[in-house]
């Protein structure tokens, strides 16, 4: 079984683009939850999807928007990109959203 | 507020010594409690993950310990290795709606030859 895989794994990016990221993951899991990471900080929750639907959002500004499609993968779009967006973007699966968590090695954004 | 702490922030140790992490929670209703390692620069992976009855658990030089009273957990790395340098990041799960895993910070160790 493949774990979770996000991508792309790094990515450069200019103030005020946009960005797409996504993930998928494990296969039979339901749940995805996207965190922000900034370099020696611990993840900071963006939000959690399950069954295709909301289920949380963290304090993140509207220019951060999320979906999951019917076959559990999602993406992540970031709008209007800020220098202060570069940071390690994770993604989690787990089978519900409230038992174990399984991580992506993460997409790297750097924004310039 | 839902919120974990982790101390030391940063800890540094030579090869071959023991040494204990902590992890403090106010996280409430409480379901598991794990600990995740974080090379730099990659996703975290999960160590051990203990519920609300379990006290110990061990996985190869890593002990985790729970104490769902006083809400501590530490993890111990007994005769640490040079690859155990990493970030250690506790994440307590919620049953609340919406956000599920609370992180804390991590403690940044450093095993030096």
Redesign the interface.
């Known amino acids: 079984d493949a774990g979770?895989t996000?991508s792309p794994t790094h990515l450069i990016k200019t103030r005020g683009q946009h960005v797409t990221l996504r993930c998928s993951p494990i296969s039979g899991h339901k749940s995805v939850?996207w965190?922000q990471q900034v370099l020696?900080?611990?993840?900071?929750?963006i939000f959690?999807y399950y069954e295709k639907e909301e289920?949380?959002?963290?304090n993140f500004p509207d220019r951060f928007s999320a979906r999951q499609f019917p076959n559990y993968s999602s993406e992540l779009n970031v709008n209007a990109l800020l220098l202060g967006d570069s940071a390690?973007y994770?993604c989690?699966s787990?089978p519900t959203?409230?038992?174990?968590?399984?991580?992506?090695?993460?997409t790297?954004l750097t924004v310039v | 507020k839902n919120q974990v702490e982790q101390s030391p922030q940063s800890l540094i140790i030579l090869e071959g010594k023991n040494c204990t992490l902590q992890c403090n929670y106010t996280v409430s209703p409480f379901?598991?409690l794990?600990w995740?390692k974080q090379d730099t620069?990659?996703?975290?992976?999960?160590l051990t993950?203990m519920t609300f009855s379990e006290n110990t658990k061990s996985n190869g030089r890593y002990t985790a310990t729970l104490d769902a009273d006083t809400k501590q957990s530490s993890l111990h790395i007994t005769a640490s290795q040079l690859s155990d340098s990493a970030s250690y990041?506790c994440?307590v799960?919620?049953?609340n709606?919406?956000?599920?895993?609370v992180?804390?910070?991590?403690t940044?160790l450093s095993v030096l030859p």
């Open positions: 979770v996000q939850s965190y020696g900080q611990g993840p900071q929750f959690q289920r949380g959002r963290g390690l994770l989690a787990s959203g409230n038992t174990e968590a399984f991580f992506g090695q993460g790297r | 379901s598991n794990r995740y620069g990659r996703g975290p992976v999960s993950i990041i994440v799960t919620t049953l709606y919406g956000q599920n895993f992180f804390g910070p991590g940044r």
